[in-house]
């Protein structure tokens, strides 16, 4: 069964880090571009950044400076390095894999797999 797993959510106050983990299961991530989305309270989902097969990134500008994406092929993992933490981050996180690898861009409606999130919370 294919499937993606995000872990790393949680609380932190405002000015603090966190790292997400995206770990995929039942197939590799190596030839997948790899996109973070973010759903807060009362808003539709929007994407957060973008890793593809080359490693290129893309950032949503209300992140960027702060959040760094990464891929770990060997472990089979994305991350996404979360510092700087603003109360206005606070969503439920996801990760999603889209199998059109070489995406710059990581659009919503391409992603194939989508992990069930991880909520992270930023408040004092």
């Known amino acids: 069964q294919l499937q993606l797993e995000e872990s790393g959510g949680g609380l932190v106050q405002p000015g603090g880090s966190l790292r997400l983990s995206c770990a995929a299961s039942g197939f590799t991530l190596d030839s997948y571009a790899i996109g973070w989305f973010r759903q807060a309270p009362g808003k539709e989902r929007e994407g957060v950044s973008c890793i593809n097969v080359i490693g290129r990134t893309k950032y949503a500008d209300s992140v960027k400076g702060r959040f760094t994406i990464s891929r770990d092929n060997a472990k089979n993992t994305v991350y996404l390095q979360m510092n700087s933490l603003k109360p206005e981050d606070t969503a439920v996180y996801y990760c999603?894999?889209?199998?059109?690898?070489?995406?710059?861009?990581?659009?919503?409606?391409?992603?194939?797999?989508w992990g069930k999130g991880t909520l992270v919370t930023v408040s004092s």
């Open positions: 999603a894999a889209d199998s059109f690898g070489i995406t710059p861009t990581c659009p919503e409606r391409g992603m194939d797999y």
